[in-house]
């Protein structure tokens, strides 16, 4: 058991500085009443009395901390503390009266009762001292280390977490993506070309992205012009993508692939038809949310929703513990938005 910073000059700067408060607050009027050479012989074997004392306080105090050790078993180092404390302050006591018959062939004379369960009282109280003091250390450094290791423990199941979630990128947005490929290689391959280019952008983004916990909106707007290219190639005019992004807000940060859920959220539970276009807008509000708004226009056929993208940004959204994701449905919009992060967050998780 390590003891703690400065414990050498404690030692020994603890007993005389308990001295002298007992001195001051416990004055004892008969004391002061005996020859000079008496109090000067007392005095000092009080002082040698109490530097003996706080080391033997010292060693069983740690000994018993040893023995039960962590903030779990606090109150049984406790019931052993109290059931010592008695014994030790007689024997410190006794210690101290013997050195005095020793040095003056006598034993330090008291009027009455009350005056000898006075002395003993001082004793006890040292020695609660004693045992506060190292006591208190050891739960304030258990506790710091079992807090240190809890947040650790906790940012590391967080990360754990958000890695899986980061990597449950829907398998038929590459079905989708590829069959809108083959179609593009024989109806036009000039548009074949710029689809792949784009289809390669977006999941050059979905590798990196993958591999981080926030990126800058920045990024994401960016990627998500790809993606909305991809959107187009595959529903022509049923889709109308619009972004209003304030570009102080691009340094800030979201959790990756936030537009990507949400846009292919609002592409999959809604129509998609030249006549009956889904619009969807992009945008930042002055309270750093990033929003993103369709219009309402529900699929006739129910779509399986267990697991689904708005379940997944959620539970990462909480997980990261910056804000809440809020939903809003109004008569003819859909609407999510995220928290913008700060950017030193951003710097801090990557």
Do not use: C
Not at 32 to 51: R, S, V, W
Not at 123 to 152: D, G, K, M, P, S
Not at 183 to 188: A, D, K, Q, T
Request: glycine fraction near 4%; aromatic fraction near 12%.
């Amino acid at each position: 058991m390590k003891a703690p910073p400065n414990d050498t000059r404690l030692r020994l700067l603890g007993p005389l500085g308990l001295f002298v408060f007992v001195g001051v607050f416990f004055r004892l009027d008969w004391y002061f009443q005996l020859p000079f050479k008496t109090i000067l012989i007392n005095d000092t074997i009080a002082l040698i009395a109490g530097l003996v004392s706080w080391q033997i306080a010292r060693w069983v105090v740690l000994r018993i901390q040893k023995n039960y050790p962590g903030l779990a078993n606090s109150p049984r180092r406790l019931l052993w503390l109290l059931a010592v404390l008695p014994v030790l302050a007689n024997f410190a006591w006794v210690m101290r009266h013997a050195a005095r018959f020793l040095i003056d062939g006598k034993f330090l004379y008291f009027n009455n009762t009350i005056e000898l369960s006075r002395t003993i009282g001082i004793q006890l109280f040292y020695h609660f001292i004693y045992f506060t003091v190292y006591e208190v250390w050891y739960i304030l450094r258990q506790w710091h280390r079992e807090t240190v290791e809890t947040n650790a423990l906790e940012k590391t199941s967080l990360q754990s977490q958000l890695s899986s979630l980061q990597h449950q990128v829907n398998p038929h947005f590459l079905f989708n993506s590829l069959n809108s490929l083959s179609s593009l290689i024989g109806e036009n391959p000039h548009h074949a070309d710029a689809f792949l280019e784009e289809l390669t952008s977006v999941f050059r983004y979905l590798l990196q992205a993958s591999e981080r916990y926030l990126v800058t909106l920045g990024e994401e707007v960016t990627f998500i012009h790809s993606y909305g290219h991809l959107l187009q190639a595959r529903y022509q005019q049923g889709i109308r993508l619009e972004l209003d992004i304030d570009h102080a807000y691009e340094s800030l940060a979201v959790a990756p692939l936030t537009l990507q859920i949400l846009v292919e959220n609002a592409v999959r539970y809604n129509v998609t038809l030249p006549e009956q276009p889904l619009h969807i807008r992009i945008f930042t509000t002055p309270e750093r949310r990033l929003g993103v708004a369709n219009t309402l226009q529900r699929r006739s056929l129910r779509v399986e929703t267990t697991g689904g993208g708005l379940t997944n940004l959620t539970m990462r959204y909480a997980l990261l513990n910056e804000g809440e994701l809020l939903i809003e449905e109004q008569p003819e919009w859909f609407l999510v938005s995220v928290p913008l992060i700060s950017k030193t967050t951003v710097e801090a998780t990557n």
